[in-house]
């Protein structure tokens, strides 16, 4: 990779972070209902992913995580312990899995995005099919890890605090939130890739 590409993918990284800090601290983030969320947040984290390749998608899964971390620290919900170590509700605290959860699946959101889909556009010609299967895949995934690991180190104490145990929360999560993120996922990334292709072909990024 030249030193002409490497700044290209730095400025559009930047861009992609500054996406992300906006969508952070508007509404159009997070959408608190209750003990759950629906998010937008995971869509420029997998678009880098695929964009500029493994490394820059993890940073930005790792603006996600951040980002994660600072609204559970500063604008806690009643679930926020399980993003935050610094977040306590009585007896009941966050800890070092805190940070785990809400940094470990959003870089992996990043890397394996850019990996699955630097890999399908040998196996595939057709890009927008494999931007869609792989964003309806991501988005599936991130859900099932983060909640997954809500469920592994503070499942008892996620359930006394809402009262409704994990299990049935990630239920309710892929049959109504988790469902409407991976089809705006599955919709809108694929746009994107179409929209922004002929950008993309002329920069050489398709090919970096």
Request: charged fraction near 10%.
């Amino acid at each position: 990779m030249g030193n002409k590409t490497r700044i290209q993918k730095m400025t559009i990284l930047s861009m992609f972070v500054a996406i992300e800090i906006i969508l952070s601290i508007t509404p159009l983030g997070y959408l608190n209902l209750g003990f759950i969320s629906i998010t937008t947040m995971h869509i420029p984290v997998i678009f880098a992913g695929m964009l500029l390749g493994e490394v820059h998608g993890s940073i930005l899964g790792f603006v996600f995580g951040l980002t994660s971390f600072l609204k559970a620290t500063f604008a806690p919900n009643i679930t926020s312990f399980c993003f935050s170590p610094f977040y306590s509700l009585g007896n009941i605290h966050g800890n070092f899995w805190s940070l785990v959860i809400a940094f470990v699946p959003r870089i992996l959101l990043g890397y394996l995005s850019g990996l699955l889909y630097r890999h399908a556009k040998k196996l595939t010609k057709n890009k927008m099919l494999a931007t869609s299967v792989i964003a309806i895949g991501m988005t599936l995934l991130h859900t099932l890890m983060v909640m997954g690991m809500i469920w592994v180190f503070f499942g008892g104490t996620y359930a006394q605090v809402t009262g409704v145990a994990v299990g049935a929360v990630i239920l309710v999560v892929l049959t109504s939130n988790g469902l409407l993120e991976m089809l705006v996922a599955g919709v809108v990334l694929p746009m994107l890739m179409r929209f922004l292709q002929p950008v993309f072909t002329k920069l050489n990024l398709d090919k970096s």
